[in-house]
């Protein structure tokens, strides 16, 4: 079946601008997560939603940052005012239900700021 | 105490020998842990995870040892192809549906 799909693969915005990147998780999958991997910081947590809910939200870096899902399925992350140390590769993982330990990653969005 | 420490940071393997990557961590709450394979422009692909209650998990080629007392994990991949050349990831993840908290990455290469 169709594994978790992210989009666009790839952003390239300005400082100041405002971005939003889009998660499909594996159908069925009630659990989604965000992650982002850069150089020096390795692959940290963002955000965790079960259903459209997110009982973790404890590594958004800054009140830049939000996400939301709706219907749970499809997930938005969104930064506001992009600046140049939000550039990273920006993943999404889900997990079939709560209680189930394994998460699947999508192939991320490589977010770029100039 | 969140943290999961990895070695070693990049490894050079001749094809046909023993892959062998460590991790350590401190959180006891931890109880579920797994290694990914990432190839480059790819995202993490779960390749073999163990729960504590056991002490070695294998998988075709891949073995994960566990060793609770000394909260320490190791994957194995045994007769390394090139194929196998990717960063792995060690993590570790403390209830059910919480975060993965990740190691640093071993940049692996096997040599043809």
């Known amino acids: 079946g169709a594994g978790v799909s992210q989009s666009p693969s790839n952003k390239v915005t300005e400082k100041g601008k405002d971005v939003e990147l889009r998660c499909d998780p594996i159908?069925?999958?009630?659990?989604l997560y965000w992650y982002r991997q850069s150089l020096g910081q390795g692959l940290e947590f963002l955000i965790y939603?079960?259903?459209?809910?997110?009982?973790?939200k404890s590594g958004l870096p800054s009140d830049r940052f939000s996400a939301e899902r709706t219907g749970g399925s499809v997930s938005t992350l969104t930064i506001q005012r992009t600046q140049q140390e939000d550039s990273a590769v920006y993943l999404c993982?889900?997990?079939?239900?709560?209680?189930?330990?394994?998460?699947?990653f999508g192939p991320g969005t490589r977010l770029t700021v100039t | 105490q969140q943290q999961v420490k990895q070695s070693p940071q990049s490894l050079i393997v001749q094809k046909g020998g023993i892959s062998i990557i460590n991790c350590a961590y401190e959180?006891?709450?931890?109880?579920?842990f797994p290694w990914y394979q990432q190839f480059p422009g790819k995202g993490p692909a779960l390749l073999i995870a163990?729960?504590?209650?056991?002490s070695e998990k294998k998988e075709g080629r891949f073995t994960i040892s566990f060793n609770k007392s000394a909260k320490q994990f190791s994957l194995h991949i045994m007769d390394s192809q090139p194929g196998d050349s990717a960063t792995y990831f060690c993590?570790?993840?403390?209830?059910?549906?919480?975060?993965?908290?990740f190691g640093e990455g071993t940049q692996l290469t096997v040599n043809p």
């Open positions: 993982a889900s997990s079939l239900a709560y209680g189930d330990y394994e998460q699947y």
């Open positions: 159908s069925g999958h009630t659990a």
């Open positions: 939603f079960q259903g459209n809910s997110a009982p973790d």
């Open positions: 959180n006891t709450a931890f109880d579920y």
């Open positions: 163990i729960r504590p209650d056991v």
């Open positions: 993590a570790a993840s403390g209830s059910s549906g919480s975060r993965l908290t």
